[in-house]
Each structure stands twice: as structure tokens, then as C-alpha cells.
């Protein structure tokens, strides 16, 4: 029974990005426009050139920020803004989902890659607002991304939590790598899953996923 394996869970970590809103949303279509734009203009390179950066960093850093700050000491800040300046006109309210995640017993928190305040405007347009104890980003993590194990010892270590007796759900299987190594339960949120030892259970549907976890 699933909710045997999550019964000392007393923490739930939730990923922002095609895990709380569903990947036919295509937000990131929207992001990965404006990082390649901002590459173009902060390097001064072909948008060919940029968009080839831009995926290079994610693969090789985690994100492009990482890359971008290590290899170019670009600043973080003025990146995350604009890259997050996008349209959530695709967005709908999820009152089922929203009603299974105020279900959960113990701390609900929600950790991206993105930055806190793009978070913050993606739960509300979700009706999701109000639902969890903190909204992480990447910036509280000292801007090291996911899956750096480093990152998540960060944001673990300031919110408090036990990572085994915590829960991890995430759309990128990289991702649940370190969470799995640190002892939480482990939930890939993705259309398909390739099997994996660090991926212990795998949905397309995280509300009805979650309503599995109360018996």
C-alpha cells in the first residue's frame, strides 16, 4: 500500500516547474526564450551559439544560471528576473490538487530552481497560495542549483527538516538523486519514467497521487 511507504513522513518537498502546473502548461517554452536572449546579450553571441550555451550549462552545471555564474560571473539576480518576466496566461486553478496538498500531515514546502517570487506567482495563479510553509528558490540555496547535493543540504538545513522523514517530488529525475542518497522518499512527477534505483515511485498525476498517501 503507497501510503505505508510515506507514514513517517512528516515533510513534503515539492518541486515548482511541470510538477505543480502540468508540463502542457510549456512554461519553460517561455523561459528557455528568455535565457537564450539574455545569453545573447550579456556574451555578445549568436542566438545559435546562445541557445547551445544555454543547454550546455543545464546539462553540465545543473542550470544555465550555474553555468553562467561560474564561467562568466554573471550576476544573478538581474538573470532571474528577466527570465522569469513571462506570461502564466496557461495556468489554471487546481482545486483538486490544492485540496490534496492541504491534506498532507506536517510541513509543506516548495524548493525550484527558479527564484522565490516567480514561485510565489505560479502557486497563485494555480490557487495554491497559503498551501505551504515556505517557498525556497534558488537564490536561498546560495544560487547552487539542483541536483547538487550541496544545494539541498542549503535549503534542508535552513527550513529544519529531516530528510528521512521527508518526501521529495520532482519532474527531473536528476533531480531525486541526492534526496534518495539522503533518505526521503522519492516521487517522479512525469509523464514516463525510465526505472532508476533513486526513483522510488513515479506519477502523472500528483493529485491523485497524493490522494493515495491518506489510507
Known sequence: MVAH?????????????????PPSARLFDQIEIRMTAWVMRS???SRTKADHLRRHYWETHGTTLAGLMREHGADPGPYLTDVHDISLDALQPDPELAA?????????IVYTNGCAPYAERVLAARGLSGLFDAV???????????????AFEA????DGLSPDRAAMFEDDPRN?????AM???TVLVAPKASPAPHIE????DLAAFLSQLRG
Open 136 to 150: 525556497y528558490g534558488v537564490e536561498h540555496a546560495g544560487y547552487r542549483p539542483k541536483p547538487e547535493r550541496a
Open 183 to 185: 533518505g526521503m522518499r
Open 43 to 45: 556574451l555578445n553571441i
Open 5 to 21: 511507504r510515506f507514514s513517517h513522513v512528516t515533510a513534503w518537498v515539492f518541486d515548482l516547474d511541470n510538477t505543480l502546473y
Open 176 to 180: 531525486l538523486a541526492a534526496p534518495h
Open 201 to 204: 515511485h513515479h506519477t502523472n
Open 155 to 158: 535549503i534542508f538545513a535552513a
Open 100 to 108: 490534496r496538498i492541504a491534506d498532507l500531515p506536517g510541513r509543506r
